[in-house]
């Protein structure tokens, strides 16, 4: 009942910001400009449907009803028109008629052109609701259902837009370049709404998290830092608490069967040329939860809707790129056409799609023009994709100390052996855990497995992405829930009895993680043989693995001793690859190496050495 009053009261305040006739318009403007000229803008109200439009100063192209009388949908063409403010009139009834004014707003220069982030990037991941509180006003708010309660594992916490924005100064430091951040908009679930995956308004902020204005400012504030805002984008699923569930544009929004039934996660379906249709079905338009009403990608109007929104916080945002969650999960003609939609409008732009598979060809499958995708004739148009099969080796390797012909570094070394099935892998995704997977640190407790970890993926081909707290050596385990790795990050409330956000407030532990961290990553930011360069890797030994990466001018040698004895190398084996370099440079510990004597690596080392 106290929902539904909510709900309720949303609807009102709504019905105030776009004016008494219209509780739903969207997207509210649009620019001038565009490439995407045509805008199909949704009016939602009572009998909307039913409104004819009598004159508009802004051409119109097509007008669509459907069978729920509370919608219509009209296009509108802008091609050719200035910023400013255009006037629809639209007839109620015999009586009525309403005066509405649609914006067309000026775009930022060079927006168009943006660059998102690329291989010269390090992306820091972090859940807002558990990284820092920096507005205590917002924990809770009178027009959302579920309150703050900090001692609660899967409550909300109270981090915040304003939190991330006090601590850019930090990632900074650390040598982050990037930010990703779980999504941001509108979750007004009962419970567990802190992970905002299931998004109940797609054009709002969540304001436990702040506002539109701020989430502006954030990306401003990075840009001022050059640093890129990532949005993490949910194109296969809303949540139950979305308006619409209560008022669907069309019966086929979402997914029916009829109402509720769950997806077999069978990923594997989308592709494989023996699957049968049931099963086919059931992963993509089965829902993910019974909370996650699954979006129908193949209604145009609502493929349509999805495009349109991701172009309008990118454009009023000042957005840097997308992760678009459980990317496979979709119709897959529908997500090729939302993501090439995107990429038309901005060609420099990235967009990560997460396809958690554990095969290399089905992962590059879903990889812009992947040769896996042409066998179908299929094309994602999605620029990069995360690299599973690394996280799965990365996993377990750094426990098998005691290798053989499948287990320790050969795991690694045969991830990029098959390389050659993507077509572009330093577009790759490349980390040790995310917001879904155990903490690499709960896997691995001990300092050096980090340092071999971390250099990894810093120096291999691909983005990097570290997880909010790594850095100063949070672990927490998944088998206690999911509330266990997304644990608060000390020092982010008010009160903390450990603030890791200084040095001074950190311990001596946190703070070899994160100065061994800083050092890797602030190196990494100007080390352009690792951005571009090519690789060549040698057959790990010893539980050893060598590679190098290289451009015309420059080569770096990286060095990941797994072994628990110290080892000596022979430099004669990589003499292709030292070629007539005679010295080098230890990035890590800032040492001279002599080329002409046997290397010698300590047990657990990591090294990285540049040649000169």
């Not at 509108?186 to 204005?213: E, F, I, K």
């Not at 400012?217 to 699923?237: G, P, S």
Request: net charge negative; glycine share 8%; charged share 20%.
């Amino acid at each position: 009942m106290i929902k539904n009053a909510l709900s309720i009261l949303l609807v009102l305040v709504t019905a105030l910001v776009y004016g008494q006739d219209f509780t739903h318009v969207e997207p509210g403007n649009w620019w001038s400009g565009m490439h995407r000229s045509e805008v199909q803008v949704m009016f939602h109200a009572p009998g909307a449907g039913d409104m004819e439009i009598l004159k508009s100063e802004i051409p119109i192209s097509n007008v669509r009803k459907t069978e729920n009388p509370n919608f219509l949908f009209v296009t509108l063409e802008t091609k050719g028109l200035v910023a400013g403010s255009y006037t629809i009139e639209f007839k109620k009834s015999k009586r009525k008629t309403i005066q509405y004014s649609y914006e067309l707003k000026s775009r930022d220069q060079g927006s168009q052109s943006r660059q998102g982030f690329d291989a010269s990037d390090v992306i820091y991941l972090l859940m807002p609701d558990r990284f820092a509180n920096g507005d205590p006003s917002n924990d809770s708010h009178p027009a959302t259902v579920e309150k703050a309660n900090r001692s609660k594992q899967g409550g909300r916490h109270g981090g915040d837009i304003q939190g991330i924005i006090n601590n850019l100064d930090y990632l900074n430091e650390l040598g982050v370049t990037a930010l990703w951040t779980t999504p941001l908009l509108l979750d007004d679930d009962t419970t567990y709404s802190y992970h905002t995956y299931g998004q109940g308004d797609v054009y709002r902020v969540d304001p436990r998290y702040g506002t539109n204005a701020l989430y502006k400012q954030l990306a401003e504030e990075m840009h001022q830092r050059d640093m890129k805002l990532i949005m993490d984008y949910v194109t296969n699923h809303w949540g139950i608490s979305h308006w619409m569930m209560n008022d669907m544009p069309t019966y086929d929004w979402f997914h029916q069967f009829p109402g509720y039934a769950q997806s077999n996660y069978r990923m594997t379906t989308q592709y494989d040329p023996n699957t049968s249709d049931i099963d086919q079905k059931y992963c993509e338009e089965g829902w993910f939860v019974p909370t996650m009403p699954d979006l129908n990608q193949s209604n145009d109007l609502v493929l349509n809707y999805l495009i349109q929104n991701a172009i309008w916080w990118i454009e009023s945002s000042g957005l840097d790129g997308l992760r678009v969650d459980t990317y496979s999960y979709n119709n897959k003609e529908g997500i090729a056409t939302w993501t090439k939609a995107i990429m038309d409008e901005y060609p420099n732009f990235n967009i990560v799609g997460e396809v958690w598979l554990h095969d290399q060809a089905q992962i590059s499958y879903w990889q812009e023009d992947s040769p896996i995708g042409a066998i179908q004739s299929y094309n994602t148009y999605c620029p990069s994709v995360m690299d599973f099969t690394l996280h799965d080796a990365v996993g377990t390797v750094f426990h098998e100390e005691n290798p053989n012909w499948s287990d320790g570094m050969i795991k690694v070394y045969e991830n990029f052996v098959n390389d050659f099935l993507y077509p572009n892998p330093k577009n790759l995704l490349v980390f040790l855990e995310n917001h879904d997977t155990q903490r690499f640190n709960q896997i691995y407790s001990d300092f050096k497995d980090y340092q071999l970890g971390l250099t990894l993926i810093a120096t291999v081909r691909g983005i990097p992405q570290i997880y909010y707290g790594t850095e100063v050596g949070m672990a927490g385990d998944k088998g206690k829930g999911d509330g266990a790795i997304r644990q608060d990050f000390p020092g982010g409330w008010k009160g903390d009895p450990n603030n890791a956000f200084t040095a001074e407030g950190r311990t001596d532990v946190q703070n070899e993680y994160f100065e061994f961290t800083k050092k890797v990553l602030n190196w990494r930011k100007t080390a352009e043989v690792i951005h571009s360069g090519k690789t060549t890797q040698y057959l790990p030994q010893n539980n050893v693995y060598v590679y190098f990466r290289y451009t015309d001018n420059e080569t770096v040698m990286v060095v990941l001793n797994n072994s628990t004895e110290d080892q000596e190398l022979d430099w004669s084996r990589f003499e292709e690859s030292v070629g007539d370099y005679n010295v080098g440079m230890e990035v890590i510990e800032g040492y001279a190496v002599d080329l002409y004597a046997p290397l010698k690596v300590s047990a657990k080392q990591a090294m990285i050495i540049e040649l000169k």
